[in-house]
Antibody, heavy 120, light 110 residues
Framework: QVQLLQSGAEVKKPGASVKLSCKTS????????LTWVRQAAGRGLEWMGV????????TYAQRFQGRVTMTRDTASSTVYMELSNLGSDDTAVYFC?????????????WGQGTLVTVSS | QSALTQPASVSGSPGQSITISCTGT?????????VSWYQQYSGKAPKLIIY???KRPSGVSSRFSGSKSGNTASLTISGLQAEDEADYYC??????????FGGGTKLTVL
């Protein structure tokens, strides 16, 4: 079955960077977009960007341009999301999610989420 | 990339039907038949319940249905049950390989 296993919780100081991982299994890694979504406590879901694991092509939400980098390792079927210059408003749960495919552009499998806390 | 507009909250009694709207623009909801809906329980990852405006993934109850008119998509839940109490989010393709979420709607079953 499809599984997305995310790395553990992180605590970072303002100005630092964080790199999260999302290890996938149960499907052909290179065939489906992987999306990163975040959710601050009590707030809604926010689209951060997407990577195609086959080509490594990425698209980022405008508000994260210059601060976010998404990469992948095809050997381990893992995608990574690095966010730099962290501020307190980056404190959130970060999810990775797999595209359903077939041009549906919907997210049919999700990781369990990783809590990132930014605090001095 | 402005968020799609959803009501902050809706409520209904068991057995009733409710509808959650999701308003976008001609650049996203109005152009692509690619609106999906997600159900999220507190502290959990979202779950896909509708894709491509009105299709249900395997295993999702037929009480959930989606529709769209112009720039507004809608999620209807019929025969409301206590277990439907959750947050609901719409999500639309917005072109140039970008996507946008709605602000989310909290459903309360009275």
């Amino acid at each position: 079955q499809v599984q997305l296993l995310q790395s553990g919780a992180e605590v970072k100081k303002p100005g630092a960077s964080v790199k999260l991982s999302c290890k996938t299994s149960g499907y052909i890694f290179t065939s489906y977009y992987l999306t990163w979504v975040r959710q601050a406590a009590g707030r809604g879901l926010e689209w951060m960007g997407v990577i195609h694991p086959n080509t490594g092509d990425t698209t980022y939400a405008q508000r994260f341009q210059g601060r976010v980098t998404m990469t992948r390792d095809t050997a381990s079927s893992t995608v990574y999301m690095e966010l730099s210059n962290l501020g307190s408003d980056d404190t959130a749960v970060y999810f990775c999610a797999k595209d359903k495919g077939s041009g549906t552009f919907s997210l049919d499998s999700w990781g369990q989420g990783t809590l990132v806390t930014v605090s001095s | 990339q402005s968020a799609l507009t959803q009501p902050a909250s809706v409520s209904g009694s068991p057995g009733q039907s409710i509808t959650i709207s999701c308003t976008g623009t001609s650049s996203d909801v109005g152009t692509y038949n690619l609106v999906s809906w997600y159900q999220q329980y507190s502290g959990k990852a979202p779950k896909l319940i509708i894709y491509e405006d009105n299709k249900r993934p395997s295993g999702v109850s037929s009480r959930f249905s989606g529709s769209k008119s112009g720039n507004t998509a809608s999620l209807t839940i019929s025969g409301l049950q206590a277990e439907d109490e959750a947050d609901y989010y719409c999500y639309s393709y917005a072109g140039r390989r970008t996507w946008v979420f709605g602000g989310g709607t909290k459903l309360t079953v009275l």
